[in-house]
């Protein structure tokens, strides 16, 4: 998360997603993109942890069926 709100393109680099850090990047040298870069990196983070969460809660829904 530290990582997302300091250095918002590095995070989706890490994460894969290098295009998208590209972009991130070059919103985040402008002074005034620093802000939406970051809102942007922390709520990808947010969004790709609860995605996470749901295909494993999916997973085991249809584990406990069988």
Known sequence: MLLAI???FLSFIVRGKV???IIC???Q???IGWLPAAIWAVVSLNN???EK???RM???MRENRR
């Open 29 to 31: 040298i402008t002074l």
């Open 48 to 50: 790709s942890r609860a």
């Open 25 to 27: 990047l070059i919103l």
């Open 19 to 21: 295009l998208t850090g």
């Open 58 to 60: 999916i997973k085991a």
């Open 6 to 8: 300091l250095l918002p």
């Open 53 to 55: 969460r749901t295909d």
